[in-house]
């Protein structure tokens, strides 16, 4: 079964920081190029960032770039969101999504980041 599955979320104070992790199975993970994006309450989709399936480029969003960062393991088929100086705006259901170039695309059900004092 083709499925990535996010994990690491939760209730974190401004300022703090977590860890997302979204681990693939079922396709081959590392032809796929990987990206975060997030919906926060009432909000679309918002892309939040992207990653080539090497590893050897990354995108940022100009809302979370010097504060966020992605990564990704080909060995473990898992790729990361490293959320620094997290803000009460960054408040949103994150999701991950791979794509190959052939145009297969897979997403994860969400993990819920809430930033709140």
């Known amino acids: 079964e083709v499925q990535l599955v996010e994990s690491g979320g939760g209730l974190v104070q401004p300022g703090g920081s977590l860890r997302l992790s979204c681990a693939a199975s079922?396709?081959?993970?590392?032809?796929?190029?990987m990206t975060w994006v997030r919906q926060a309450p009432g909000k679309g989709l918002e892309w939040v960032s992207a990653i080539k399936n090497s590893g050897t480029m990354t995108s940022f969003a100009d809302s979370v770039k010097g504060r966020f960062t992605i990564s990704r393991d080909n060995a473990k088929n898992t790729v990361y969101l490293q959320m620094n100086s997290l803000k009460p705006e960054d408040t949103a259901v994150y999701y991950c999504?791979?794509?190959?170039?052939?145009?297969?695309?897979?997403w994860g059900q969400g993990t819920q980041v809430t930033v709140s004092s």
């Open positions: 999504n791979g794509q190959s170039w052939t145009g297969n695309d897979v």
């Open positions: 079922g396709f081959t993970f590392s032809t796929y190029a």
